[in-house]
Protein backbone atom coordinates (compact mmCIF):
# COMPACT_ATOMS: atom_id res chain seq x y z
CA UNK A 1 0.00 0.00 0.00
CA UNK A 2 2.68 2.47 1.05
CA UNK A 3 4.56 1.83 -2.54
CA UNK A 4 0.38 2.36 -4.40
CA UNK A 5 0.33 5.51 -2.19
CA UNK A 6 4.29 6.71 -3.29
CA UNK A 7 3.66 5.66 -6.89
CA UNK A 8 0.79 8.25 -7.02
CA UNK A 9 2.31 11.08 -5.23
CA UNK A 10 4.96 10.57 -7.73
CA UNK A 11 2.46 11.04 -10.52
CA UNK A 12 0.52 13.80 -9.18
CA UNK A 13 3.93 15.60 -8.39
CA UNK A 14 4.96 14.90 -12.58
CA UNK A 15 1.64 16.26 -13.36
CA UNK A 16 2.00 19.44 -11.32
CA UNK A 17 5.59 20.10 -12.82
CA UNK A 18 4.56 19.40 -16.46
CA UNK A 19 1.16 21.30 -16.04
CA UNK A 20 3.91 24.74 -15.50
CA UNK A 21 5.10 24.12 -19.29
CA UNK A 22 2.40 25.51 -22.03
CA UNK A 23 2.67 23.89 -25.12
CA UNK A 24 4.27 25.14 -28.08
CA UNK A 25 1.66 26.58 -30.44
CA UNK A 26 1.81 25.10 -34.37
CA UNK A 27 3.18 27.83 -36.59
CA UNK A 28 0.31 27.61 -38.61
CA UNK A 29 -1.31 29.41 -35.98
CA UNK A 30 1.42 32.51 -35.52
CA UNK A 31 0.20 35.72 -36.63
CA UNK A 32 1.60 36.65 -39.99
CA UNK A 33 4.71 39.25 -38.26
CA UNK A 34 5.82 36.81 -36.47
CA UNK A 35 8.75 35.93 -37.51
CA UNK A 36 9.75 39.61 -38.38
CA UNK A 37 9.39 40.13 -34.80
CA UNK A 38 11.07 37.19 -33.55
CA UNK A 39 14.18 37.94 -36.10
CA UNK A 40 13.85 41.38 -34.26
CA UNK A 41 14.20 40.33 -30.93
CA UNK A 42 17.22 37.49 -31.59
CA UNK A 43 18.77 40.59 -32.91
CA UNK A 44 18.31 43.02 -30.11
CA UNK A 45 19.09 40.03 -27.59
CA UNK A 46 22.50 38.86 -29.41
CA UNK A 47 23.40 42.80 -29.60
CA UNK A 48 22.78 43.17 -25.93
CA UNK A 49 24.69 39.99 -25.01
CA UNK A 50 27.62 41.72 -27.00
CA UNK A 51 27.38 44.90 -25.24
CA UNK A 52 28.18 43.30 -21.98
CA UNK A 53 30.93 41.13 -23.33
CA UNK A 54 32.72 44.30 -24.91
CA UNK A 55 31.70 46.15 -21.70
CA UNK A 56 33.30 43.67 -19.36
CA UNK A 57 36.58 43.39 -21.47
CA UNK A 58 36.77 47.45 -21.78
CA UNK A 59 36.42 47.24 -18.04
CA UNK A 60 38.77 44.48 -17.68
CA UNK A 61 41.88 46.19 -19.87
CA UNK A 62 41.17 49.68 -18.06
CA UNK A 63 41.82 47.64 -14.64
CA UNK A 64 45.28 46.09 -15.74
CA UNK A 65 46.23 49.60 -17.13
CA UNK A 66 45.39 51.15 -13.71
CA UNK A 67 47.14 48.24 -11.96
CA UNK A 68 49.99 48.69 -14.40
CA UNK A 69 50.67 52.24 -13.47
CA UNK A 70 50.55 51.62 -9.28
CA UNK A 71 53.24 48.70 -10.46
CA UNK A 72 54.85 52.15 -12.27
CA UNK A 73 54.77 54.65 -9.63
CA UNK A 74 55.62 52.11 -6.88
CA UNK A 75 58.69 50.88 -8.98
CA UNK A 76 59.97 54.65 -10.09
CA UNK A 77 59.31 56.15 -6.55
CA UNK A 78 60.69 53.04 -4.18
CA UNK A 79 62.21 50.77 -6.23
CA UNK A 80 60.16 47.59 -6.28
CA UNK A 81 61.69 44.14 -8.02
CA UNK A 82 60.52 41.55 -9.61
CA UNK A 83 60.12 39.77 -6.00
CA UNK A 84 57.84 42.29 -4.72
CA UNK A 85 55.77 41.89 -8.18
CA UNK A 86 55.64 37.86 -7.52
CA UNK A 87 54.66 38.61 -3.92
CA UNK A 88 51.85 40.74 -4.66
CA UNK A 89 50.91 38.35 -7.77
CA UNK A 90 50.28 35.67 -4.72
CA UNK A 91 48.75 38.03 -2.10
CA UNK A 92 46.31 39.54 -5.08
CA UNK A 93 45.72 35.69 -6.18
CA UNK A 94 44.87 34.89 -2.66
CA UNK A 95 42.83 38.10 -1.96
CA UNK A 96 40.75 36.92 -5.50
CA UNK A 97 41.04 33.36 -6.12
CA UNK A 98 38.09 33.22 -8.31
CA UNK A 99 39.67 35.50 -10.69
CA UNK A 100 42.15 35.16 -13.23
CA UNK A 101 45.03 36.96 -14.78
CA UNK A 102 46.63 37.85 -11.47
CA UNK A 103 49.65 35.83 -12.46
CA UNK A 104 53.40 37.27 -12.20
CA UNK A 105 54.07 37.02 -15.92
CA UNK A 106 50.88 39.08 -16.73
CA UNK A 107 51.24 41.81 -13.97
CA UNK A 108 54.47 42.41 -15.64
CA UNK A 109 52.71 42.87 -18.94
CA UNK A 110 50.11 45.40 -17.25
CA UNK A 111 53.36 47.25 -16.06
CA UNK A 112 54.42 46.90 -20.22
CA UNK A 113 50.59 47.84 -21.43
CA UNK A 114 50.58 51.12 -19.18
CA UNK A 115 54.32 52.13 -20.20
CA UNK A 116 53.47 51.29 -23.61
CA UNK A 117 50.06 53.14 -23.71
CA UNK A 118 50.44 55.88 -21.43
CA UNK A 119 47.69 58.32 -21.85
CA UNK A 120 44.78 56.31 -20.43
CA UNK A 121 42.16 58.76 -22.61
CA UNK A 122 43.69 56.48 -25.98
CA UNK A 123 43.19 53.40 -23.59
CA UNK A 124 39.57 53.85 -23.04
CA UNK A 125 38.87 54.75 -26.35
CA UNK A 126 40.54 52.33 -28.54
CA UNK A 127 43.10 49.91 -26.94
CA UNK A 128 40.55 48.53 -24.24
CA UNK A 129 38.58 47.20 -27.44
CA UNK A 130 40.87 44.38 -28.29
CA UNK A 131 41.21 41.35 -26.25
CA UNK A 132 43.98 41.27 -23.85
CA UNK A 133 46.10 38.73 -26.09
CA UNK A 134 46.01 41.41 -29.03
CA UNK A 135 47.19 43.53 -26.50
CA UNK A 136 49.99 41.05 -25.39
CA UNK A 137 50.73 40.79 -29.47
CA UNK A 138 51.14 44.27 -29.79
CA UNK A 139 53.78 44.67 -26.84
CA UNK A 140 55.63 41.94 -27.90
CA UNK A 141 56.00 42.60 -31.99
CA UNK A 142 56.27 46.20 -31.76
CA UNK A 143 58.33 48.68 -30.30
CA UNK A 144 57.16 52.00 -32.40
CA UNK A 145 53.91 53.60 -30.50
CA UNK A 146 52.44 54.66 -33.99
CA UNK A 147 53.00 51.56 -35.78
CA UNK A 148 51.61 50.03 -32.75
CA UNK A 149 48.28 52.14 -33.01
CA UNK A 150 47.96 51.76 -36.55
CA UNK A 151 47.75 47.73 -36.24
CA UNK A 152 45.41 48.15 -32.85
CA UNK A 153 43.19 50.48 -35.42
CA UNK A 154 42.57 48.02 -37.97
CA UNK A 155 42.43 45.02 -35.57
CA UNK A 156 39.38 46.97 -33.92
CA UNK A 157 38.01 47.49 -37.56
CA UNK A 158 38.33 44.04 -38.92
CA UNK A 159 38.18 41.97 -36.19
CA UNK A 160 41.66 40.42 -36.33
CA UNK A 161 41.86 37.62 -34.24
CA UNK A 162 45.79 37.37 -32.18
CA UNK A 163 47.18 34.77 -34.86
CA UNK A 164 45.64 37.01 -37.63
CA UNK A 165 47.30 40.10 -35.77
CA UNK A 166 50.31 38.30 -35.63
CA UNK A 167 50.75 37.04 -39.19
CA UNK A 168 50.25 40.92 -39.74
CA UNK A 169 52.58 42.39 -38.16
CA UNK A 170 55.11 39.65 -39.08
CA UNK A 171 53.93 40.12 -42.85
CA UNK A 172 54.58 44.17 -42.32
CA UNK A 173 51.31 45.08 -43.29
CA UNK A 174 51.64 48.73 -42.46
CA UNK A 175 54.00 49.49 -45.20
CA UNK A 176 52.40 47.65 -48.44
CA UNK A 177 48.56 49.15 -47.26
CA UNK A 178 48.12 51.84 -49.92
CA UNK A 179 50.65 51.47 -51.63
CA UNK A 180 49.37 50.24 -54.73
CA UNK A 181 50.33 52.55 -58.10
CA UNK A 182 46.80 53.79 -59.55
CA UNK A 183 45.00 56.48 -61.40
CA UNK A 184 42.23 56.76 -58.36
CA UNK A 185 42.76 60.54 -57.37
CA UNK A 186 42.20 61.12 -61.70
CA UNK A 187 38.76 59.32 -62.24
CA UNK A 188 36.81 58.73 -58.80
CA UNK A 189 35.18 61.09 -56.21
CA UNK A 190 37.65 62.16 -53.80
CA UNK A 191 35.97 59.64 -51.32
CA UNK A 192 35.85 56.84 -53.11
CA UNK A 193 39.30 57.40 -54.02
CA UNK A 194 40.83 57.41 -51.00
CA UNK A 195 38.88 54.03 -49.92
CA UNK A 196 40.03 52.01 -53.24
CA UNK A 197 43.79 53.40 -52.38
CA UNK A 198 43.86 51.88 -49.19
CA UNK A 199 42.21 48.69 -49.94
CA UNK A 200 44.84 47.72 -52.37
CA UNK A 201 48.69 47.19 -51.20
CA UNK A 202 52.31 46.94 -52.70
CA UNK A 203 53.51 43.92 -53.34
CA UNK A 204 51.42 41.08 -52.42
CA UNK A 205 52.68 38.55 -50.43
CA UNK A 206 51.45 35.11 -51.73
CA UNK A 207 54.27 33.11 -49.99
CA UNK A 208 52.11 30.56 -48.85
CA UNK A 209 51.85 28.86 -52.15
CA UNK A 210 55.42 27.62 -51.66
CA UNK A 211 58.81 29.08 -52.72
CA UNK A 212 58.71 27.82 -55.97
CA UNK A 213 58.39 30.23 -59.23
CA UNK A 214 55.93 30.21 -61.13
CA UNK A 215 56.35 30.93 -64.71
CA UNK A 216 52.61 31.30 -66.24
CA UNK A 217 49.98 33.34 -64.75
CA UNK A 218 47.50 29.86 -64.74
CA UNK A 219 50.10 28.57 -62.06
CA UNK A 220 49.79 31.19 -60.07
CA UNK A 221 46.00 30.96 -60.92
CA UNK A 222 45.48 27.90 -59.21
CA UNK A 223 48.22 28.23 -56.70
CA UNK A 224 45.83 30.74 -55.43
CA UNK A 225 42.95 28.69 -55.65
CA UNK A 226 44.15 26.00 -54.06
CA UNK A 227 45.03 28.48 -51.17
CA UNK A 228 41.63 30.23 -51.29
CA UNK A 229 41.35 31.73 -47.66
CA UNK A 230 44.91 32.82 -47.41
CA UNK A 231 44.74 34.87 -50.52
CA UNK A 232 41.12 36.28 -49.49
CA UNK A 233 43.20 37.27 -46.15
CA UNK A 234 45.63 38.52 -48.04
CA UNK A 235 43.76 40.76 -50.35
CA UNK A 236 42.30 42.05 -47.01
CA UNK A 237 38.98 42.67 -45.41
CA UNK A 238 35.47 43.37 -47.71
CA UNK A 239 36.91 40.91 -50.53
CA UNK A 240 34.19 38.39 -52.07
CA UNK A 241 35.31 35.70 -54.32
CA UNK A 242 33.25 35.87 -57.48
CA UNK A 243 34.74 33.31 -59.88
CA UNK A 244 37.88 32.24 -61.84
CA UNK A 245 38.47 32.86 -65.64
CA UNK A 246 34.73 34.46 -66.00
CA UNK A 247 33.33 34.18 -69.50
CA UNK A 248 32.45 37.87 -70.99
CA UNK A 249 31.41 37.27 -74.56
CA UNK A 250 32.24 40.71 -76.73
CA UNK A 251 30.73 41.49 -79.97
CA UNK A 252 31.10 36.93 -80.73
CA UNK A 253 34.68 37.23 -79.09
CA UNK A 254 35.52 35.24 -76.25
CA UNK A 255 37.23 36.65 -73.34
CA UNK A 256 38.22 35.24 -69.68
CA UNK A 257 39.18 37.10 -66.78
CA UNK A 258 41.37 35.60 -64.82
CA UNK A 259 39.92 36.27 -61.18
CA UNK A 260 36.26 38.43 -60.25
CA UNK A 261 36.05 39.60 -56.76
CA UNK A 262 33.37 42.07 -55.82
CA UNK A 263 34.32 44.09 -52.60
CA UNK A 264 31.39 45.20 -50.00
CA UNK A 265 32.55 48.48 -48.71
CA UNK A 266 33.70 49.93 -52.47
CA UNK A 267 30.28 48.47 -54.21
CA UNK A 268 31.63 47.13 -56.95
CA UNK A 269 33.20 44.48 -58.90
CA UNK A 270 37.05 44.18 -58.76
CA UNK A 271 38.61 42.34 -61.66
CA UNK A 272 42.19 41.01 -60.70
CA UNK A 273 44.62 40.01 -63.65
CA UNK A 274 47.65 37.95 -62.84
CA UNK A 275 51.03 37.95 -64.67
CA UNK A 276 54.30 35.94 -64.10
CA UNK A 277 56.19 39.08 -65.88
CA UNK A 278 57.01 42.24 -65.46
CA UNK A 279 54.97 45.08 -65.95
CA UNK A 280 53.96 45.64 -69.48
CA UNK A 281 52.15 48.79 -70.47
CA UNK A 282 49.74 46.57 -72.77
CA UNK A 283 48.30 45.07 -69.96
CA UNK A 284 46.86 48.05 -69.57
CA UNK A 285 44.96 48.20 -72.26
CA UNK A 286 43.35 44.63 -72.11
CA UNK A 287 42.58 45.21 -68.63
CA UNK A 288 41.13 48.36 -69.41
CA UNK A 289 38.72 46.56 -71.70
CA UNK A 290 37.62 44.04 -69.45
CA UNK A 291 36.33 46.59 -67.36
CA UNK A 292 34.43 48.05 -69.90
CA UNK A 293 33.00 44.79 -70.56
CA UNK A 294 31.94 44.17 -66.83
CA UNK A 295 30.11 47.13 -66.71
CA UNK A 296 28.13 46.59 -69.44
CA UNK A 297 27.45 43.21 -68.81
CA UNK A 298 27.51 42.48 -65.29
CA UNK A 299 27.27 46.08 -63.34
CA UNK A 300 23.96 47.02 -61.85
CA UNK A 301 22.87 49.93 -61.12
CA UNK A 302 23.40 50.81 -57.85
CA UNK A 303 27.09 49.09 -58.22
CA UNK A 304 29.98 51.70 -58.72
CA UNK A 305 31.99 51.73 -61.67
CA UNK A 306 34.47 48.30 -61.86
CA UNK A 307 38.03 48.47 -60.68
CA UNK A 308 41.31 46.87 -61.95
CA UNK A 309 44.30 45.17 -60.16
CA UNK A 310 46.89 44.21 -61.89
CA UNK A 311 49.53 42.15 -60.67
CA UNK A 312 52.54 41.86 -61.68
CA UNK A 313 56.18 40.26 -61.12
CA UNK A 314 57.56 43.52 -60.85
CA UNK A 315 57.35 46.49 -62.43
CA UNK A 316 58.69 50.27 -63.22
CA UNK A 317 56.70 53.06 -60.92
CA UNK A 318 57.52 55.55 -63.78
CA UNK A 319 56.43 53.38 -66.58
CA UNK A 320 52.98 52.19 -64.39
CA UNK A 321 52.13 56.01 -63.90
CA UNK A 322 52.95 57.00 -67.81
CA UNK A 323 50.35 53.78 -68.70
CA UNK A 324 47.84 55.11 -66.77
CA UNK A 325 47.86 59.08 -67.28
CA UNK A 326 45.02 59.19 -69.50
CA UNK A 327 43.18 56.49 -68.76
CA UNK A 328 39.76 56.60 -67.73
CA UNK A 329 39.08 53.27 -65.96
CA UNK A 330 40.63 53.14 -62.29
CA UNK A 331 43.19 51.01 -62.13
CA UNK A 332 45.73 49.72 -59.58
CA UNK A 333 48.94 47.90 -60.51
CA UNK A 334 50.90 45.78 -57.80
CA UNK A 335 53.87 43.44 -57.75
CA UNK A 336 53.69 39.96 -56.06
CA UNK A 337 56.03 37.86 -54.79
CA UNK A 338 56.41 34.41 -53.41
CA UNK A 339 57.97 34.91 -50.14
CA UNK A 340 58.73 36.98 -47.69
CA UNK A 341 62.23 38.94 -47.56
CA UNK A 342 63.31 39.65 -44.09
CA UNK A 343 66.20 42.47 -43.67
CA UNK A 344 69.13 40.97 -42.07
CA UNK A 345 70.07 41.68 -38.53
CA UNK A 346 71.80 44.61 -37.35
CA UNK A 347 74.69 42.89 -37.05
CA UNK A 348 74.89 41.08 -40.12
CA UNK A 349 75.40 44.68 -41.69
CA UNK A 350 78.22 45.14 -43.80
CA UNK A 351 79.63 41.41 -43.06
CA UNK A 352 77.58 39.35 -45.57
CA UNK A 353 78.22 40.11 -49.54
CA UNK A 354 75.35 42.27 -51.30
CA UNK A 355 73.75 40.34 -54.29
CA UNK A 356 75.04 42.66 -56.94
CA UNK A 357 78.61 41.18 -55.63
CA UNK A 358 77.73 37.55 -55.12
CA UNK A 359 76.04 38.03 -59.31
CA UNK A 360 79.37 39.80 -59.70
CA UNK A 361 81.59 36.82 -58.79
CA UNK A 362 79.44 34.52 -60.47
CA UNK A 363 79.69 36.09 -63.74
CA UNK A 364 83.16 36.09 -63.39
Not at 121 to 141: D, G, H, K, S, T
Not at 253 to 260: A, E, N, P, V
Request: positive net charge; aromatic residues 8%.
Amino acid sequence: MKRADSNKRLVKGRARVEARFTAVPSKTDLPEDYAVTLGELKQRIAGERLRVVLSANIAMIVLYWDIGRIILQRQAKEGWGARVIDRLSGDLRQAFPDMKGLSPRNLKYMRAFTEAWPDKAIVQRLIAQLPWRQNIALLERLDNRDTRLWYAQKTVEHGWSQSILRMQIERAAHERQGKAVSNFPAVLPPTDSDMAAQVFKDPYLFDFIGTADPRREREVEQALMDHIQRFLLELGAGFAFMGQQVHLEVESQDFYLDLLFYHVKLRCYVVVELKAVPFDPAFVGQLNLYLSAVDDLMRQSDDKPTIGLLLCRSKNKMVVEYALRDLKKPIGVASWETKLVKSLPRQFKGVLPSIKTIEKELSG
